[in-house]
T-cell receptor, first 111, second 116 residues
Framework: GQQLNQSPQSMFIQEGEDVSMNCTSS?????WLWYKQDPGEGPVLLIA?????ELTSNGRLTAQFGITRKDSFLNISASIPSDVGIYFC???????????FGKGTRLSVIA | DTGVSQNPRHKITKRGQNVTFRCDPI?????LYWYRQTLGQGPEFLTY????????KSRLLSDRFSAERPKGSFSTLEIQRTEQGDSAMYLC??????????????FGPGTRLTVT
């Protein structure tokens, strides 16, 4: 089946640093989504991308839909303690297929 | 709070028992999804309802699993003869439109199942 490979699996950064994580696939996706999940909660949508090459920002977060449609990245600028959590990418290959999620990147921020 | 709610939040059961979880979606959302999430993994799709019709089921949904959405509002997920491998977080999500149409799936807090 389709798989999304997220990297890195985990990262420890100092408060104020910028963060970059990415998601790749061997298959083409038509929609890329980035979610954040806090402990004991469900994922919350951060950014949705619908077109190849699209670059979208949401506050300190910026995500891009790769031109090949097989990858996406998420950047977080000037990290703060509340950025701690697990970040998931998710992809949709066609209108009637379910979302496929990556395994997540666990972010820890050291104050 | 008008978000997606799930009950119970935690369930511990012995192997072989049946369990049922409930999901109450956001009231105007006609689409409802169930996912399973195990430790260190992302959510995996189980099944999808549009109103009361179950339109899609994953191969992960074995014969021991059944989901219903009888009146197109709340949904239940039942697992019969639970096995230790069923231990996971079961997440419910709802949406007004499909993702490809710009719809957003809003997730509930999940039900954590532990099978002993």
């Amino acid at each position: 089946g389709q798989q999304l490979n997220q990297s890195p699996q985990s990262m420890f950064i100092q408060e104020g640093e910028d963060v970059s994580m990415n998601c790749t696939s061997s298959s083409i996706f038509n929609t890329w989504l980035w979610y954040k999940q806090d402990p004991g909660e469900g994922p919350v949508l951060l950014i949705a991308l619908y077109k190849a090459g699209e670059l979208t920002s949401n506050g300190r977060l910026t995500a891009q839909f790769g031109i090949t449609r097989k990858d996406s990245f998420l950047n977080i600028s000037a990290s703060i303690p509340s950025d701690v959590g697990i970040y998931f990418c998710a992809g949709l290959s066609s209108g009637n297929t379910p979302l496929v999620f990556g395994k997540g990147t666990r972010l820890s921020v050291i104050a | 709070d008008t978000g997606v709610s799930q009950n119970p939040r935690h369930k511990i059961t012995k192997r072989g028992q049946n369990v049922t979880f409930r999901c109450d979606p956001i009231s105007e959302h006609n689409r409802l999804y169930w996912y399973r999430q195990t430790l260190g993994q992302g959510p995996e799709f189980l099944t999808y309802f549009q109103n009361e019709a179950q339109l899609e089921k994953s191969r992960l949904l074995s014969d021991r699993f059944s989901a219903e959405r009888p009146k197109g509002s709340f949904s239940t997920l039942e697992i019969q003869r639970t096995e230790q491998g069923d231990s996971a977080m079961y997440l419910c999500a709802s949406s007004l439109r499909q993702v490809r149409e710009g719809g957003e799936q809003y997730f509930g807090p999940g039900t954590r199942l532990t099978v002993t």
